[in-house]
Nanobody
Framework: QVQLVESGGGSVQAGGSLRLSCAVSGLSVTGNSVEWYRQAPGKQREMVAS???????TEIDSVKGRFTVSRDGAKKAVYLQMNSLNAEDTAVYYCHTWIESGAGRRDYWGQGTQVTVSS
């Protein structure tokens, strides 16, 4: 059974940093793509960063240069290092992955972790 558990959220002042962790069980983080999403109050959930099975990472323009996604296969974890945080980064952050098989695609989400940035 695939499970994703986020941790590391909290309250921080503008300009500060946080590192989010996504503990993954039931599949390999080096064999699957994992994405970080966020959802701010009143807004749609948006993808923030992703890391593919080959290790290639990408971030959306608004966080590029500030956020970095990485993974540790041995620890079965994916991380989101967030620096130079600002109020617009306030949101619930989720990790997400999926499995495609002959039966179709199944998506998996964590429960989310709250990040609050005060200015």
């Amino acid at each position: 059974q695939v499970q994703l558990v986020e941790s590391g959220g909290g309250s921080v002042q503008a300009g500060g940093s946080l590192r989010l962790s996504c503990a993954v069980s039931g599949l390999s983080v080096t064999g699957n793509s994992v994405e970080w999403y966020r959802q701010a109050p009143g807004k749609q959930r948006e993808m923030v960063a992703s890391i593919t099975s080959s290790g290639s990472s990408t971030e959306i323009d608004s966080v590029k240069g500030r956020f970095t996604v990485s993974r540790d296969g041995a620890k079965k974890a994916v991380y989101l290092q967030m620096n130079s945080l600002n109020a617009e980064d306030t949101a619930v952050y989720y990790c997400h992955t999926w499995i495609e098989s002959g039966a179709g695609r199944r998506d998996y989400w964590g429960q989310g972790t709250q990040v609050t940035v005060s200015s």
